[in-house]
């Protein structure tokens, strides 16, 4: 079974860094493609950035955020920089298996991230 570990997030001022980091197990690290998500309160959860043989982000976070995988530690990380107030979530770590309604999906437990003003 599919096992997601992020890191803890943290409070941070506008304009600041963070990293996070998911550390994956229980299967074929490199089989799955990789994503980080996040909800704010009263909101849905909104994909942030995914990696698999490329990187996709959402229109939000282009250009502040970049998304990495490590194979060999089995990790993926989300470096989040010139952070928002509105970037202030709980972010998840998603892996998937395949593709199309046969995939596979694992999530991570979330860690909260808050950005203050």
């Known amino acids: 079974q599919v096992q997601l570990v992020e890191s803890v997030g943290g409070l941070v001022q506008a304009g600041g860094s963070l990293r996070l980091s998911c550390a994956f197990s229980?299967?074929?690290?490199?089989?799955?493609?990789m994503g980080w998500f996040r909800q704010a309160p009263g909101q849905e959860r909104e994909r942030v950035a995914t990696?698999?043989?490329?990187?996709s982000y959402a229109d939000s976070v282009k250009g502040r955020f970049t998304i990495s995988r490590d194979n060999a530690k089995n990790t993926v990380y989300l470096q989040m920089n010139s952070l928002k107030p509105e970037d202030t979530a709980v972010y998840y770590c998603?892996?998937?298996?395949?593709?199309?309604?046969?995939?596979?999906?694992?999530w991570g437990q979330g860690t909260q991230v808050t950005v203050s003003s």
């Open positions: 990696i698999s043989w490329s990187t």
């Open positions: 998603k892996a998937r298996l395949g593709v199309g309604v046969s995939a596979l999906h694992y």
């Open positions: 229980g299967r074929t690290f490199s089989n799955y493609a």
